[in-house]
C-alpha cells in the first residue's frame, strides 16, 4: 500500500513538472499598467483598469524598472495630456522624459501594448488626449504592437492626435466632463482587449 501511494506521489510530481509555466494563471493577470499624471485623474482611470483586469496596483512609469518592461508579456500604459498640440513630450509628466531617454534603450519588438489616455474634451476639443497619441508613436517606433483601438463615438471633441484611422489607439477618457463613464469604459475596453488576445 505505501509503495502504490509513493508511486501515485512520484507521478503526480512528473505530471506536475510538465505543466507549462503560467499555465494556472488566469486569463486576465496582467503585468503591468503604468501612467503617469499631474492632478490625479489619470492615476484614477489606471486603476479602474487595474481593478478590471485584476491586476493588482497601477504603477507610476518613473518607478518601474527596465527589466520589469522589457520582461512583461504585456503592458497597458497611459497618460494624460498638459501640452497640447505639441509635437513631443504632450503629457507633462514622467513620460516626457521616459519616452524619449529610456524608451529607445529598451527592446519592446513584439511587446503587446494596450494605451489609454486622459484630457478634457471641452476645454481642449481640438487636442482631446493627443498624449496617447504620442505614447501611440513611440511604442510603435519600437516595435510594439498595439491593441484596444476604440471608436470616436459617444465624444465630444474636434482633434485628436490619438485618433489612427478613425479609431483612437486605446481607452480615452474625460474626468471633468465624463467621469461617470470612466470607469464603465474601462471595464468594456478590458473585455474588449481579452475579445482581442491581449491577455
Not at 5 to 30: D, F, K, N, Q
Not at 62 to 75: F, Q, R
Not at 170 to 177: A, I, S, T
Request: proline share 2%; glycine share 12%; with cysteine.
Amino acid at each position: 500500500m505505501k509503495l502504490s501511494i509513493a508511486i501515485i506521489l512520484s507521478a503526480a510530481g512528473i505530471t506536475e513538472a510538465w505543466v507549462t509555466p503560467g499555465a494556472a494563471r488566469s486569463s486576465t493577470a496582467l503585468n503591468g499598467v503604468y501612467y503617469s499624471t499631474s492632478t490625479g485623474n489619470t492615476e484614477t482611470i489606471a486603476g479602474y483598469i487595474a481593478e478590471a483586469a485584476g491586476s493588482g496596483d497601477a504603477e507610476e512609469i518613473g518607478d518601474a524598472s527596465d527589466d520589469a518592461i522589457t520582461g512583461a508579456d504585456y503592458l497597458i500604459v497611459g497618460a494624460p495630456t498638459w501640452h497640447t498640440d505639441a509635437e513631443d513630450q504632450r503629457s507633462g509628466t514622467t513620460w516626457d522624459e521616459w519616452l524619449y531617454e529610456t524608451l529607445p534603450n529598451l527592446d519592446l519588438d513584439g511587446k503587446k501594448v494596450a494605451i489609454f489616455g486622459c484630457g478634457d474634451q471641452e476645454s481642449y476639443a481640438d487636442y482631446y488626449c493627443d498624449a496617447a497619441g504620442e505614447l501611440y508613436d513611440q511604442f510603435t517606433a519600437k516595435g510594439a504592437k498595439i491593441y484596444g483601438m476604440t471608436s470616436t463615438d459617444g465624444y465630444n471633441h474636434a482633434g485628436s492626435k490619438a485618433e489612427v484611422d478613425g479609431k483612437f489607439v486605446g481607452l480615452m477618457c474625460d474626468e471633468d466632463n465624463q467621469y461617470d463613464e470612466s470607469e464603465p469604459r474601462a471595464k468594456a475596453w478590458i473585455e474588449q482587449l481579452k475579445g482581442e488576445g491581449f491577455f
